[in-house]
């Protein structure tokens, strides 16, 4: 059974910076894409930001655009999400999705075009 669990959400002050962290387990395949979204209280999810390994491209949406990078370590079978500048409106729950597959750019923001969910961590900026 593939399991997705996110971690490092917490509560930080405007302008500060985080790192989610991403670990799954219990598969065979190899993370080919990788996505983050987010939910605020009381709106519908959105994408953040999405990476394709194999082609080395990362997407993210103009809210988080040059706020945000993905990394992974291989050998902890994590993915991360390092977030700086935060704002108010960046607090939401972060979920992560991965994919076996190497998604179209154009699907990439598509949850439904992934395969496995975490259960997701909660940011709050505030001061």
């Known amino acids: 059974q593939v399991r997705v669990v996110e971690s490092g959400g917490g509560l930080v002050q405007p302008g500060g910076s985080l790192r989610l962290s991403c670990t799954t387990s219990?598969?065979?395949?190899?993370?080919?894409?990788v996505g983050w979204f987010r939910q605020a209280p009381g709106k519908e999810r959105e994408f953040g930001t999405g990476r394709r390994w194999s082609f080395g491209s990362t997407i993210s949406a103009n809210s988080v655009k040059g706020r945000v990078t993905i990394s992974r370590d291989n050998s902890k079978n994590t993915l991360y999400l390092h977030m700086c500048s935060l704002k108010p409106e960046d607090t939401a729950v972060y979920y992560c999705a991965i994919s076996p597959r190497n998604l179209i750019a154009s699907t990439i923001p598509d949850g439904n075009a992934y395969d496995h969910w975490g259960q997701g961590t909660q940011v709050t900026v505030s001061s």
């Open positions: 219990g598969h065979t395949f190899d993370i080919a894409t």
